[in-house]
C-alpha cells in the first residue's frame, strides 16, 4: 500500500497516510488512460454548428404558383432547398451526439492509474487541513509557498464544506479547484500537482468504494 507525506501547515512536523490501493497503486495501462480521456471530451463535446432544413427556416408555406398552366416548374414551398433562402439539405445540426461508449469500472481503473502515476512522482500532495487558511488570495498564497507545487499548475481538490477555499484561490492563474464528488481523468492530466488535505482524501476513498 502506498504511503504519502502529510504537510502540516505553519510548522515543521510531518507525518505519512496510508492511499487506498485501489486507487493509488494500481498497474498503469496506457491504452485505457486515452480512452477514458476520449470518453470524456467526447462526452462533454457540444455541437455548435447548425443549418437550419425546410422545416426551419422562414417562409411562407404558401404555393409560389399553380401548379399548372404557367408554363413553369412545379413548385410547392419557398423554403425548398433548390430556392435561395431554402433550407440547407444535409447541413450540420446542433441535435448530433457524440458520446462514445466505456463502461464506468474501466473508467474508474482509469483514473486509479493516473492518480497512481502522479503518486509515484511526487505529484500528489496531501495536507492536513485548509481550516486555518485565510479568506484572501494572499493567504492563498501563503499557503502554497511551503509546498512543493508553488508556481506549478495545480489542481486542488476540496470537500463541499470548502467552498470558501475555492473562492480563496479562483484569482490564482495557476491553480484550479474541482470538488472532491467532480474528480476527473482530464483535469488530473491537465495540471502537474494534485493537492488535498486529509478530510478531502477520506471522502474521495468513501465515493469511490
Same mark, same amino acid.
Given at each position: 500500500? #502506498? ?8 510548522? %515543521?512536523? =510531518? ?5 487506498? =490501493?485501489? /486507487?493509488?497503486?494500481?498497474? *498503469?495501462? =496506457? &491504452? !485505457? ?14 455541437? +455548435? ?38 433550407? *440547407?439539405? /444535409? ?6 451526439? /457524440? ?9 474508474r481503473q482509469a483514473l486509479g492509474m493516473v492518480l497512481t502515476d502522479k503518486v509515484s512522482q ?13 479568506? =484572501? @488570495?494572499? %493567504?492563498?498564497?501563503? @499557503?502554497?509557498?511551503? $509546498? ?14 470548502? &467552498?470558501?477555499? #475555492?473562492? @480563496?484561490?479562483?484569482?490564482?492563474? $495557476? *491553480? ?5 464528488? &467532480? +474528480?476527473? *481523468?482530464?483535469? !488530473? !492530466? ?8 486529509? &478530510?478531502?482524501?477520506? #471522502? ?6
Amino acid at each position: 500500500m #502506498a504511503k504519502v507525506t502529510v504537510f502540516h501547515l505553519n510548522s %515543521d512536523q =510531518k507525518s505519512s497516510v496510508e492511499l487506498d =490501493k485501489n /486507487f493509488f497503486d494500481v498497474k *498503469i495501462n =496506457k &491504452a !485505457l488512460i486515452h480512452e477514458a480521456v476520449v470518453y470524456q471530451q467526447a462526452k462533454n463535446r457540444v455541437a +455548435i454548428a447548425h443549418t437550419k432544413d425546410r422545416g426551419e427556416v422562414a417562409g411562407s408555406g404558401k404555393k409560389p404558383w399553380n401548379q399548372k398552366g404557367t408554363g413553369r416548374a412545379r413548385h410547392g414551398s419557398r423554403r425548398s432547398p433548390i430556392w435561395v433562402g431554402g433550407g *440547407i439539405t /444535409f447541413g450540420p445540426t446542433n441535435e448530433r451526439n /457524440f458520446a462514445v461508449r466505456m463502461n464506468k469500472a474501466s473508467r474508474r481503473q482509469a483514473l486509479g492509474m493516473v492518480l497512481t502515476d502522479k503518486v509515484s512522482q511526487n505529484l500528489f500532495i496531501i495536507i492536513d487541513s485548509f481550516e486555518h487558511m485565510g479568506s =484572501k @488570495t494572499k %493567504d492563498a498564497v501563503k @499557503t502554497l509557498e511551503q $509546498l512543493p507545487c508553488f508556481g506549478k499548475k495545480t489542481l486542488v481538490v476540496l470537500d463541499s464544506s470548502q &467552498a470558501a477555499i #475555492a473562492k @480563496t484561490m479562483r484569482n490564482l492563474p $495557476l *491553480i484550479k479547484t474541482i470538488p472532491v464528488q &467532480a +474528480i476527473n *481523468i482530464v483535469d !488530473l !492530466l491537465s495540471k502537474e500537482f494534485v493537492v488535498m488535505d486529509t &478530510a478531502t482524501l477520506q #471522502a474521495f476513498t468513501h465515493l469511490h468504494k
